[in-house]
């Protein structure tokens, strides 16, 4: 049974950081793509930062910069450290595991809440 469970999130003042951390177990970590996606209220989910199997990475445009996304595979872990955080980042927090190969397949994680106010 696949699962990925998230934690890290929390309240944080504007500027502040969090690092959120996903735990996966039940699949070949190392063989998968690990992305981290974010759903606001009344908002569709987006994509905020990607790490492929290869340790390539992307983000989302809104990132600017402020976030990066990690991956121990020897943990089987995906890690988010986010940095200057705006109240606009404020948001459930997901976790996903995506594979092309050999079938197409997404796990996800239960998400975890970032809040970002003063």
């Known amino acids: 049974q696949v699962q990925l469970v998230e934690s890290g999130g929390g309240l944080v003042q504007p500027g502040g950081s969090l690092r959120l951390s996903c735990r996966a177990s039940?699949?070949?970590?190392?063989?998968?793509?690990m992305n981290w996606y974010r759903q606001a209220p009344d908002n569709e989910r987006e994509l905020v930062a990607r790490i492929t199997d290869a340790t390539i990475t992307n983000y989302g445009d809104f990132v600017k910069g402020r976030f990066i996304i990690s991956r121990d595979n020897a943990k089987n872990t995906v890690y988010l450290q986010m940095n200057s955080l705006e109240p606009e980042d404020t948001a459930v927090y997901y976790c996903?595991?995506?594979?092309?190969?050999?079938?197409?397949?997404?796990?996800w994680g239960q998400g975890t809440q970032v809040t970002v106010s003063s």
């Open positions: 039940g699949l070949t970590f190392s063989t998968y793509f």
């Open positions: 996903n595991a995506h594979r092309l190969w050999p079938v197409e397949i997404d796990y």
